[in-house]
């Protein structure tokens, strides 16, 4: 019980489609509208100017060696391999949107795949998974945002944080999207444990393939 009340806890910064809301503008432009009352254009590549740029991490990623163990999406054309023996998963049960949920057997570190026949604009994602978070998390904040190429595919990676019902959380995700659908492969764990545990988040998160 107390596994699957941290778990709950930790995703609950997930996103659906139904986060935020299209509106077409008075000039004809497509646009998201956001529940904390922000919102943003649809094609973002026509309006740049609304965007910061984001950093590309020219380091490449690629999955353990040891990954041999492909979970894959029967939503869109992707998956993760993991270490077999090392990560445990099931099929998502403790929230309807996610499709899976993953325990590190030896260590407090959680992970979940959310995915979707959606496309959704990288570049719209922190905003939509701020908003998300911060309905349960008032003080979270992304603290890091790049783009990184995993296994030869470019994703964007966040990384958050905040606190939900006084326990205080870390994330890293990777998101990807294509006219296939949406993948949001996201681990954490509490504040206090994500530095001692960030290698194996980020190992875990680099198992990500697009097939």
């Known amino acids: 019980m107390k596994k699957n009340l941290f778990l709950l806890l930790l995703i609950t910064g997930v996103y659906t489609a139904n986060a935020q809301t299209k509106a077409i503008t008075d000039v004809g432009d497509e646009v998201l509208l956001y529940s904390n009352g922000t ?7 026509a309006h740049p100017s609304n965007h ?23 939503i869109i054309n992707a998956g993760i391999y993991i270490v077999p023996g090392e990560w445990e998963f099931k099929k998502g049960e403790l929230n309807e949107i996610m499709e899976y949920h993953f325990r590190m057997k030896e ?3 959680y992970a979940f795949a959310v995915t979707e ?9 922190p905003g939509i998974v701020l908003d998300n978070v911060q ?11 790049e783009y990184r190429m995993v ?12 606190s939900i019902t006084g326990m205080k959380f870390m994330w890293l995700g990777y998101y990807y999207s294509s006219a296939a659908g949406t993948i949001q492969l996201v681990a954490g764990t509490s504040e206090n444990l994500f530095n001692d545990n960030y290698k194996i988040l980020e190992n875990f998160l680099n198992g990500f393939v697009v097939l």
């Open 135 to 145: 309905k349960k998390a008032p003080d979270a904040e992304i603290i890091k945002t």
């Open 39 to 45: 919102w943003k254009y649809v094609n973002e590549k």
């Open 107 to 109: 260590k407090d570190s």
């Open 52 to 74: 910061d740029s984001v950093n590309i991490n020219k380091t490449p990623f690629v999955k353990d060696k040891l990954a041999t163990f492909l979970v894959k999406s029967k």
């Open 117 to 125: 026949k959606m496309e959704i604009p990288l570049e719209n994602m």
């Open 151 to 162: 296994n030869g595919v470019k994703v964007l990676c966040l990384k958050y944080k905040g």
